[in-house]
């Protein structure tokens, strides 16, 4: 579905979608804020090419949850740098993880500990789909360890004004367009880091 079939309608139950967001969504959030603000206006998050220092060899993904970045290492030293909102205290994931599936317009559905945390989600136990307000975004990359699903993912989102907050349950938030790019760089079985 494309930008241009977005309707009222789906305008209401994206935002409701939204709302109640696995990955999370401020209690006070409104469709009318979920357009304003974009932070790639903030030349801190800012996808843009930067030095990297750090041992992990090209093709990693580095998500420093401090800084509030996601590092896409290159070769020669240089990152791609994209600005970031990560999970709540104490909801984040931390350590190493794989790729181990990749979605365009992913569907969304609450965890089983999401919804003893927030009973009012067991509403939506059957999943929302995808589309330009589902609360993933455009894309997301889906994290793995030892072949199985985390329930953490690199995602984009539908409140853009949440990149550089920690917010969410857990995942990690991007603009749609940097998890566009970054979805079209990395590959099932990338490697990532998260510090």
Same mark, same amino acid.
């Given at each position: 579905?494309?930008?241009? *079939?977005?309707?009222?309608?789906?305008?209401?139950?994206?935002?409701?979608?939204?709302?109640?967001?696995?990955?999370?969504?401020?209690?006070?959030?409104?469709?009318?804020?979920? #357009?304003?603000?974009?932070?790639?206006?903030?030349?801190?998050?800012?996808?843009?090419?930067?030095? =990297?220092?750090?041992?992990?060899?090209?093709?990693?993904?580095?998500?420093?949850?401090?800084?509030? #970045?996601?590092?896409?290492?290159?070769?020669?030293?240089?990152?791609?740098? =994209?600005?970031?909102?990560?999970?709540?205290?104490?909801?984040? #994931?931390?350590?190493?993880?794989?790729?181990?599936?990749?979605?365009?317009?992913?569907?969304?559905?609450?965890?089983?500990?999401?919804?003893?945390?927030?009973?009012?989600?067991?509403? =939506?136990?059957?999943?929302?789909?995808?589309?330009?307000?589902?609360?993933?975004?455009?894309?997301?990359? =889906?994290?793995?360890?030892?072949?199985?699903?985390?329930? #953490?993912?690199? *995602?984009?989102?539908?409140?853009?004004?949440?990149?550089? *907050?920690?917010?969410?349950?857990?995942?990690?938030?991007?603009?749609?367009?940097?998890?566009?790019?970054?979805?079209?760089?990395? *590959?099932?079985?990338?490697?990532?880091?998260?510090?």
């Amino acid at each position: 579905m494309g930008i241009d *079939h977005v309707t009222r309608r789906g305008l209401l139950l994206g935002g409701l979608a939204s709302i109640v967001s696995g990955c999370g969504v401020s209690e006070d959030w409104t469709i009318t804020s979920a #357009f304003a603000g974009d932070p790639d206006q903030n030349p801190r998050y800012r996808r843009q090419e930067v030095a =990297y220092d750090g041992a992990e060899p090209p093709g990693t993904i580095v998500v420093n949850t401090g800084e509030r #970045f996601l590092y896409y290492v290159e070769p020669g030293g240089r990152a791609t740098r =994209y600005g970031v909102a990560v999970g709540q205290e104490g909801l984040s #994931f931390k350590g190493e993880a794989i790729v181990g599936r990749k979605a365009e317009w992913p569907s969304w559905k609450p965890t089983q500990d999401m919804m003893v945390r927030k009973p009012r989600l067991m509403q =939506y136990a059957d999943g929302v789909p995808g589309g330009p307000l589902n609360p993933l975004g455009a894309a997301a990359l =889906y994290l793995y360890q030892d072949g199985q699903d985390t329930m #953490f993912r690199v *995602h984009g989102t539908n409140e853009p004004w949440s990149i550089g *907050h920690a917010v969410s349950n857990g995942c990690v938030r991007m603009t749609n367009a940097n998890i566009v790019d970054l979805y079209s760089r990395a *590959h099932v079985g990338t490697r990532v880091l998260v510090i």
